[in-house]
């Protein structure tokens, strides 16, 4: 089995797709070495295993309303497709989504997955509840008032269970305006930057780093907020765009300010039309948003060689939160995202020239993307980085959800011998 992207296979033994929370219990607690999957999205190891691999896609699709309309209730193996279109339903919402609606909600959390917007926690910001199976076999229900067992478990990278269920957060269903603008001058970019990215509700830049302009900045704004017609020099486009300058932009959401429902307008591409594999590695990088200004920089000085591999690089935001695993862990963040043409080789490279240039900004990389695990000081940038890889030893004994990517960021456990 390969992942969405196509360049890895996985290593698993076996693969089970169970239709009961009995069975899935059972399979958890036989394996010698286990991890759950979700819709394969991560261009990372992070969910391989040599043992069982277990697809929660079988089990009963729950997505359950609470009776006060506060919290949806959210099966593991459900997609951020299936879930909005049963909210909307229901005339609610959640507040953001990834640039794409086909990823699972499990796998999305337990990566620290975010769509953009200076206000907007990344998707985990959501969860109220959390329902793991341990390695034992046992299942538990985690709240924030569980503390530190919550707070450890909600971006896991899998290593502390297999996620059942969780709860969200959910808020009435909004409507949204979406519009791209053209040519914005990096001068005006750089000496604006927060007032630019606080421009909408969710703000988006995509470039290549080259030239004196961004390319493209896509601001998704609720029905409240005023149209912009001006953004710092740039120019209103005049059609639908796609991120790359020479696709179609049939495959995206709608723009051109034509009001829509959330779900139409926070992801970038359109549930209906996104292939469900592409020719394409990702990264991404999240730092603290005050530095925004000297890590452009720093990558820009990088140009000539990121064009060879690059398609396009968004940049976008997001709100701390307090996951002790999450990128944004108490640290209002800015992303930067490099879409890579799929020469795995050459960006794997290439990746510690970048990963250098953005260290001195305290750096982060996305769980589920390509980076290099050796060359960061994790203890460093996660303040309670040592707690967890201590909470998942003692959880996980047996280091049954551990793999050579998790072995690579937290060190070989004793009893991890795959
Ligand atoms: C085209 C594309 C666009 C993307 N856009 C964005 C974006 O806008 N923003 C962003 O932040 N990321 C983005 N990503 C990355 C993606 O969101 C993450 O890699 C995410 O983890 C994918 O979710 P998944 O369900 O496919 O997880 P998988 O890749 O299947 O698994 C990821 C991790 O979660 C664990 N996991 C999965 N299910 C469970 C479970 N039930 N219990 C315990 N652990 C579990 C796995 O073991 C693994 O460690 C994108 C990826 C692609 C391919």
Not at 352 to 378: Q, V
Not at 401 to 406: D, Y
Request: charged content about 20%; overall charge negative; hydrophobic content about 45%.
């Amino acid at each position: 089995m390969k992942n969405w992207a196509g360049n890895l296979e996985y290593s698993a033994a076996r693969i089970v797709r169970p239709e009961s929370l009995a069975t899935l219990t059972d399979v958890v607690a036989s394996a010698a070495t286990v991890k759950a999957l979700g819709s394969r999205h991560s261009f990372s190891r992070v969910g391989d295993t040599v043992g069982t691999h277990v697809l929660l896609d079988g089990l009963p699709q729950e997505i359950t309303i609470a009776e006060n309309r506060q919290s949806v209730r959210v099966g593991g193996g459900i997609s951020y497709g299936t879930l909005c279109r049963v909210l909307e339903d229901g005339g609610l919402a959640i507040h953001n989504l990834a640039s794409l609606p086909h990823i699972s909600v499990a796998g999305a959390i337990q990566t620290g997955t975010h769509g953009s917007g200076v206000n907007n926690q990344a998707l985990a910001g959501a969860v109220q509840a959390i329902e793991l199976i341990r390695p034992s076999g046992e299942q538990v229900r985690l709240t924030p008032s569980d503390g530190d067992a919550f707070f450890s478990s909600v971006v896991g990278l899998g290593a502390l269970g297999v996620v059942t269920a969780v709860d969200l957060a959910v808020v009435p269903s909004f409507l949204m305006r979406q519009r791209v603008f053209e040519d914005l001058p990096w001068a005006a970019a750089l000496d604006n930057f927060p007032a630019l990215v606080s421009s909408a509700y969710s703000v988006s830049l995509f470039t290549d780093y080259s030239g004196p302009n961004i390319a493209q900045v896509w601001l998704k704004a609720t029905a409240d907020e005023p149209a912009l017609t001006d953004l710092f020099g740039a120019r209103a486009a005049t059609v639908a765009r796609h991120p790359l300058p020479d696709m179609s932009a049939e495959n995206c959401t709608q723009q051109m300010d034509q009001p829509g429902r959330w779900l139409d307008r926070l992801p970038h591409f359109r549930h209906e039309f996104t292939p469900s594999n592409g020719d394409e590695l990702q990264s991404e990088f999240i730092l603290p948003l005050e530095h925004a200004p000297a890590a452009i920089t720093a990558i820009q000085k990088l140009a000539g060689k990121l064009s060879p591999l690059l398609f396009i690089s968004e940049i976008r935001t997001g709100a701390a939160d307090d996951f002790w695993l999450s990128p944004f862990y108490q640290q209002q963040s800015v992303a930067f995202h490099f879409t890579w043409k799929l020469l795995q080789a050459e960006v794997e490279a290439f990746l510690p020239e970048l990963e250098d240039a953005l260290r001195p900004f305290g750096s982060r990389p996305h769980w589920g993307k390509l980076f290099t695990p050796t060359s960061y000081d994790f203890e460093l940038l996660y303040p309670r980085f040592a707690d967890f890889r201590a909470r998942a030893a003692a959880n996980d004994p047996e280091a049954k959800f551990r793999n050579p990517l998790l072995d690579a960021i937290f060190g070989v456990q004793a009893a991890s011998t795959r």
